[in-house]
Nanobody, 125 residues
Framework: QVQLVESGGGLVQPGGSLRLSCAASERTFSRRAMGWFRQAPGKEREFVAG????????YFTDSVKGRFTISRDNAKNTVYLQMNNLKPEDTAVYYC??????????????????WGQGTQVTVSS
């Protein structure tokens, strides 16, 4: 089981940017696809972005396409979520999660076995 720790959340004004980081505890991270999810108050946890093991394939939910990018540095056991042009509706707790395999990036949160503790992102003026 890999341990994941998110960081980089905070309060930002609409139109601003944040970069979230997710650090993994072990090198097996490099052999797993990764996903970012978010959960707003009163809502279900939803898929935001994902990347295959080498960053060659990336996926985004429609509401963040063109604004968010996902990347990873396997040498540092870290995956990033760059969030630009943030909107109030992006406010949520953001979680990273490790998928079971190399290439498949499930959109269903139930297919992820390892999760971080989450980091709060608040977009407000």
């Amino acid at each position: 089981q890999v341990q994941l720790v998110e960081s980089g959340g905070g309060l930002v004004q609409p139109g601003g940017s944040l970069r979230l980081s997710c650090a993994a505890s072990e090198r097996t991270f490099s052999r797993r696809a990764m996903g970012w999810f978010r959960q707003a108050p009163g809502k279900e946890r939803e898929f935001v972005a994902g990347t295959s093991w080498n960053g060659g394939n990336t996926y985004f939910t429609d509401s963040v396409k063109g604004r968010f990018t996902i990347s990873r540095d396997n040498a540092k056991n870290t995956v990033y979520l760059q969030m630009n042009n943030l909107k109030p509706e992006d406010t949520a707790v953001y979680y990273c999660a490790a998928a079971p395999g190399l290439f498949s990036v499930p959109f269903d949160r139930r297919q992820y076995s390892d999760w971080g503790q989450g980091t709060q992102v608040t977009v407000s003026s």
